[in-house]
T-cell receptor
Framework: QKEVEQNSGPLSVPEGAIASLNCTYS??????FFWYRQYSGKSPELIMF????GDKEDGRFTAQLNKASQYVSLLIRDSQPSDSATYLC??????????FGRGTSLIVHP | NAGVMQNPRHLVRRRGQEARLRCSPM?????VYWYRQLPEEGLKFMVY????????ESGMPKERFSAEFPKEGPSILRIQQVVRGDSAAYFC???????????FGPGTRLTVL
């Protein structure tokens, strides 16, 4: 049974701070890792994907992958109230179907 | 470049009726995935289809649920004899190949009275 674990939160950070969202996974064969943002009542929106160990940066977002520790994280720099949403981690191994975590709720307060 | 389209956006059915949910993938995408999301829960995979083929339906309930992706037209998720527990948001996603990231449609919110 492939599992993807996320702390449900809410994670509350002040505006301008760094938000750190974490995800662990059980399948050592996992190869592809995705972060989606989902606003309340809306559909998931792809933010980033990462395949290799290390960091991948895109604007204010940085994805970090550590396959040895089976850990992937998303850092949001200079957090804004508009970043308040639920962040879903998704992990794919050899199958076509990603396994989604239940998401972490992020609240950025002014 | 239009994204993934789903209709209807909201659907209300009475117990025992049928629900038909439609999904048109992004242009150039031939892989379609259906997910269900209950309030405060994660996305649950239901079925993965390519044109005219069901590739993986391991997440589909064995009864009342079916899906298709015909050669022409949208993918359809069909729920027969709906029950209150079927009330949820149903999302469709598409990708150009099975290895690529998935892009989600706006979802259909099904309410069963």
């Amino acid at each position: 049974q492939k599992e993807v674990e996320q702390n449900s939160g809410p994670l509350s950070v002040p505006e301008g701070a760094i938000a750190s969202l974490n995800c662990t996974y059980s399948d050592r064969g996992s190869q592809s890792f995705f972060w989606y943002r989902q606003y309340s009542g809306k559909s998931p929106e792809l933010i980033m994907f990462i395949y290799s160990n290390g960091d991948k940066e895109d604007g204010r977002f940085t994805a970090q992958l550590n396959k040895a520790s089976q850990y992937v994280s998303l850092l949001i720099r200079d957090s804004q109230p508009s970043d308040s949403a639920t962040y879903l981690c998704a992990v794919k191994s050899g199958s076509y179907i990603p396994t989604f975590g239940r998401g972490t709720s992020l609240i950025v307060h002014p | 470049n239009a994204g993934v389209m789903q209709n209807p956006r909201h659907l209300v059915r009475r117990r025992g009726q049928e629900a038909r949910l439609r999904c048109s993938p992004m242009k150039g995408h031939s892989h379609v995935y259906w997910y269900r999301q209950l309030p405060e829960e994660g996305l649950k995979f239901m079925v993965y289809l390519q044109k005219e083929n069901i590739i993986d339906e391991s997440g589909m309930p064995k009864e009342r649920f079916s899906a298709e992706f015909p050669k022409e037209g949208p993918s359809i998720l069909r729920i027969q004899q709906v029950v209150r527990g079927d009330s949820a948001a149903y999302f469709c996603a598409s990708s150009p190949t099975s290895d690529n990231e998935q892009f989600f449609g706006p979802g259909t919110r099904l309410t069963v009275l």
